[in-house]
Structure formats: C-alpha cells, structure tokens
T-cell receptor, first 114, second 110 residues
Framework: AQSVTQPDIHITVSEGASLELRCNYSYGATPYLFWYVQSPGQGLQLLLKYFSGDTLVQGIKGFEAEFKRSQSSFNLRKPSVHWSDAAEYFCAVAKYNQGGKLIFGQGTELSVKP | DGGITQSPKYLFRKEGQNVTLSCEQNLNHDAMYWYRQDPGQGLRLIYYSQIVNDFQKGDIAEGYSVSREKKESFPLTVTSAQKNPTAFYLC?????????FGDGTRLSIL
C-alpha cells in the first residue's frame, strides 16, 4: 500500500541554522510529491511540488526539496531558518488513479530557538 | 482574491445532531476534497468530488455525507452516526495538479 513516512515527529533548530526534514514514500509509479506547512489553527499552505524533471525543486519562503528515487525520499531543506518558520510540516504523495487524493505523512513539528 | 472559504471557523454539535460545514471556492477548480485532521494522525480523506453532481467516498466516509450541486460549493454534513466527530476539518480544491486548502473548521461536541 502507498504510504508516506516522516520519521521525525518534532525537531528543534536554532534560528539561522540549516534545516532538513525527512520524508520517505512508498509508491509503485512515478510519484507526485508535495510539502505543505501548517501554522496552529490554520489550513495547509503549499510549499513546493515535484512531478518530473529536475530532482531539486524550489519552493516558497526559501525552501527546497530533493527527490531521490533510489532512496524513495523527498527531503525538505532550508539553509537558514527564521523564527517564523516554526510550524508543522507535512509531506504528501498524490494518487491520481483515485481522484488525486493526497496521502499524508504524520507531520513534523518544527520549533525554532532564538 | 481567489481562494477557498470554510465556515464557520468553530462549530459545536450536540448529541444526536447533524451539522453542516461549508466550503466555497472561486478558483474554478473541478475537483474538491474533505479531510479530517486529528492530533498525531495526519490528514485523512473523507470524500472527494471530481465534477459537479458526482462524488466518491474516501478512507473514512462513515458518518459523513456530501453534495456537489454547484462547482463552487462542496458542503460536508457530519451526521449523528459519526460517533467521534471532534476534529479539525479541512476542505481543498485541486488546480495545476496541486491541492489548495481552506483555513479549516474546528468541530467540538457539547
């Protein structure tokens, strides 16, 4: 069965430090992959998406992600974290043979130390 | 501004009562979705609709119903058959192969 795993439930980084959030997927075909961010009590905002082509994709707010087929991974990175990046981050894969439904990971909560 | 509007932001349900959550979009998207979010469980799909007057059950449809009479609107009814309705409900629509979300409705039991 298709699934998405985010191994880290909670990560704390210092402001200005680099960030990497891990995402592993299980999907038979070429995956359509996404990263979303959610602030408390809010909806999800799309950070970036990967469909095909260049395996390093750029998103909003200075985030990027790299698709590695050999490792079934789609890790999210940011070179320098800002306090406003504290939020919950979700990785997801789309199933287009089921109406484009998204399968989400459990989420990673990011805290930023001053 | 184009977007997805969910209302109300907070909703309270009494035992045995049905409640309806509103979702409206002005993005001209064909596909719309309802997800339920519980702490520590990520998001799970309740129902989705790819076109007006058609919808399909998702992974956790029991105790919920939907309608899609207009392209812009995809209301979700939480029926009394849903025994654990307390959750955060998110509506989304799909455009440019990506889903875009509303700000959610938090449903609680009185």
């Amino acid at each position: 069965a298709q699934s998405v795993t985010q191994p880290d439930i909670h990560i704390t980084v210092s402001e200005g430090a680099s960030l990497e959030l891990r995402c592993n997927y299980s999907y038979g075909a070429t995956p359509y992959l996404f990263w979303y961010v959610q602030s408390p009590g809010q909806g999800l905002q799309l950070l970036l998406k990967y469909f095909s082509g260049d395996t390093l994709v750029q998103g909003i707010k200075g985030f990027e992600a790299e698709f590695k087929r050999s490792q079934s991974s789609f890790n999210l990175r940011k070179p320098s974290v800002h306090w406003s990046d504290a939020a919950e981050y979700f990785c997801a894969v789309a199933k287009y043979n089921q109406g484009g439904k998204l399968i989400f990971g459990q989420g990673t909560e990011l805290s930023v130390k001053p | 501004d184009g977007g997805i509007t969910q209302s109300p932001k907070y909703l309270f349900r009494k035992e045995g009562q049905n409640v309806t959550l509103s979702c409206e979009q002005n993005l001209n998207h064909d596909a719309m979705y309802w997800y339920r979010q519980d702490p520590g469980q990520g998001l799970r799909l309740i129902y989705y609709s790819q076109i007006v007057n058609d919808f399909q059950k998702g992974d956790i449809a029991e105790g919920y119903s939907v309608s899609r009479e207009k392209k812009e609107s995809f209301p979700l009814t939480v029926t009394s058959a849903q025994k654990n309705p307390t959750a955060f409900y998110l509506c989304a629509s799909r455009g440019d192969r990506a889903q875009h979300f509303g700000d959610g409705t938090r449903l609680s039991i009185l």
